[in-house]
């Protein structure tokens, strides 16, 4: 048996047992999303449960199981990864679609009239619970979310990650966590709340200026936060916590509870007190703690704009972290020139000299999430991730996708660059050239302050349609300040609703990054960071334009430069100029080199 049939074979036997304690309990239905308590994009294993269930191993997808169907409801990120991973399971590949039904759609229709759909509570957003729990309703079927309904079936779980606290320091951390919470208390004021609970590790993370490595790639720990204009209570595994850092937080006015106390303390909030909460990031089963004359107030996190406005401050740090990343980045480039045809080079030799460089580069911390190194029709899976099992060699004629970023103490880098192989098609290169137009249009562009994020996302995407080309994928994600590596409010997509919070605001940092997918050949990704700056004001408001934060080479040999205006080479040229001026204090020898030679105008 090979492993490929092993691991269905495992996976078959893992939804037999949990249809059999769905039957016993008398679910029709069971809904698994990608979730935990905290909501967060990278699970500590305790909480990958639709991973383990399913054998898919992307970080996003749904999981439905009723009696006789199985459905794993991903995006176009995912689709090639699902089907190969899928295969055999028994577990249907649903593919998701702007605009078309989702999998909460699909049980509000499905499910039995009078039936019973299941889901753990703890790690479904209230927004989403109650969505699905109005849609059910019109069925008469039963929403049952008061337990993890993998606790009996999924034996050898993972423990709660169990890594150290520790303090994000100044400079790096240039506003103190007193001042931070004096900030959200007047926030609470406006929105007349008495407490404020936060369960989204991120926000927690950024307001009491600490950090951890619970998470893979964020530098976040496990915990929730509960905070009045008297009291701020961060409950956190007490063994994580040491001493020390204690009777800093205690000085601070930061009281240190346990991890599992966050229930009762919910639940002895005083009656006819009002709770700050986003519906968004926090669960349904965490808000039944609450006595029933507690009044929810419902609003975006204050926390989640005020970490997204990076400071001048901030972005000293920042721009000095990018310019460590990009000096890394020519080091590997450097190498990777001279060895390749010389010596093998597979997709996961591109990762680990990739890690290397940026290890050497003082303030380096971790990778900020796996990195993509996707040769040929790898490239055409946005999210692919090569192993030691199964990876390309880089070897012949193509393009080479290199998607990687790092955690540094003063930033958060995320890039991404195209390398030609051998010789690239003409149509590949047509591809990259278009590609990088729709990133010059909207690194050039300046909009009104406010303008709401996802409006912008058709100034990347222009130069794509006007060819009839797409991509899946949005073009932009907020990036956070050595935290993590997406971040909101703001996106750049046009499938996300525009809402009030996706606005537009001065310090926001943002990704640009269209792309071109040919299943089974190549992809094409080309991703700079760019901060949000003052443009200038007229009779007709504030305006803002993008900085672009991100410093290395865009290789030449993947475009077709006769397709660029003269505006688009223009700009092209003046940002090599700023890469070279840049990095060049910053290397020597080969890399330096290989700097010069790769920043030349065109």
């Known amino acids: 048996m090979n492993s490929q049939s092993s691991t269905q074979g495992v996976v078959t036997g ?42 898919f191993h992307g970080s996003v997808g749904t999981l439905i199981l009723t009696s006789d169907f199985a459905g794993l409801w991903v995006d176009s990120r995912y689709w090639e990864q699902a089907e190969r991973e899928l295969s055999g399971s028994g577990i249907a590949l649903m593919k998701l679609l702007p605009g078309q039904p989702g999998p909460l759609d699909w049980l509000a229709e499905q499910a039995p009239e009078g039936g019973v759909v299941a889901v753990d509570g703890a790690v479904m957003a209230l927004a989403s619970a109650r969505q699905l729990e109005a849609r059910l309703k019109l069925r008469n079927v039963r929403l049952l979310a008061d337990k993890d309904w993998l606790l009996e079936v999924w034996e050898e779980r993972p423990p709660l990650p ?18 931070k919470l004096e900030g959200l208390r007047q926030a609470l004021q406006v929105r007349g709340a008495d407490w404020h609970f936060i369960a989204t590790l991120d926000d927690i993370a950024w307001l009491f200026n600490l950090r951890g490595s619970d998470v893979s790639y ?108 990009g000096a890394a980045l020519c080091e590997f480039f450097a190498w990777f020139e001279s060895a390749l045809g010389r010596e093998r080079i597979t997709e996961v030799t591109v990762d680990e000299k990739l890690g290397a460089a940026r290890s050497r580069r003082p303030g380096f911390v971790s990778p900020s999430f796996a990195t993509i190194a996707a040769f040929n029709s790898n490239g055409a899976m946005p999210h692919y991730r090569a192993t030691e099992e199964a990876h390309a060699t880089i070897e012949g004629d193509g393009l080479l996708l290199i998607d990687s970023g790092g955690q540094y103490l003063g930033g958060t880098t995320d890039i991404t660059r195209m390398v030609p192989i051998g010789s690239p098609s003409i149509e590949q290169k047509q591809d990259c050239t278009r590609v990088l137009k729709g990133v010059i249009a909207l690194s050039r562009a300046r909009f009104p302050r406010g303008v709401l994020s996802p409006l912008l996302d058709a100034i990347a995407r222009a130069p794509l349609w006007a060819e009839h080309v797409d991509y899946g994928h949005g073009t932009g994600h907020g990036v956070g300040y050595f935290m993590n ?31 071109t997918y040919r299943p089974g050949q190549w992809g094409v990704r080309i991703e700079n960071l760019v901060f949000n700056r003052e443009s200038g004001k007229s009779g007709f408001g504030d305006f803002l334009e993008f900085e672009t934060l991100t410093l290395c080479p865009i290789d030449t040999r993947c475009l077709l430069p006769e397709l660029l205006s003269s505006e688009e080479r223009q700009w092209l040229n003046a940002y090599h100029d700023e890469v070279r001026q840049r990095l060049s204090p910053l290397l020597e020898g080969n890399a330096l080199q290989w700097l010069q030679v790769r920043t030349a105008a065109i």
């Open 218 to 325: 964020n530098p976040v720990f496990v915990s929730f936060a509960l905070v009045s204009q008297n009291e701020a209570i961060l409950f956190v595994a007490l063994d994580k916590v040491d001493g020390n850092l204690r009777k800093v937080l205690e000085t601070d006015g930061v009281h240190v509870q346990d991890y599992a106390a966050v229930g009762e303390a919910l639940a002895g909030i005083a009656p006819g007190s009002s709770l700050l909460i986003d519906p968004a990031k926090v669960t349904l089963g965490l808000l039944a703690n609450l006595g029933s004359d507690v009044r929810l107030v419902e609003d975006l996190n204050p926390t989640t704009l005020s970490k997204s406005r990076k400071s001048e401050s901030d972005l000293a740090h920042i721009r000095q972290a990018m310019e460590q990343d």
């Open 485 to 515: 590596v997406h971040e909101g409010p703001q996106v750049i997509a046009y499938q996300a609703a525009p809402a009030p919070q996706t606005a537009m605001q001065a310090g926001m940092i943002t990704s640009i990054e269209p792309g």
């Open 162 to 179: 169990v890594n150290p606290v520790y303090q994000h320091l100044p400079p790096h951390a240039t506003v103190s966590r007193v001042h």
């Open 14 to 55: 893992r939804l037999a047992r949990m249809r059999e304690v769905m039957s016993r309990e008398g679910v029709d239905a069971l809904l698994v999303p990608s979730a935990d308590p905290h909501l967060s994009e990278y699970l500590p294993g305790y909480w990958q449960g639709r991973q383990w269930l399913s054998g």
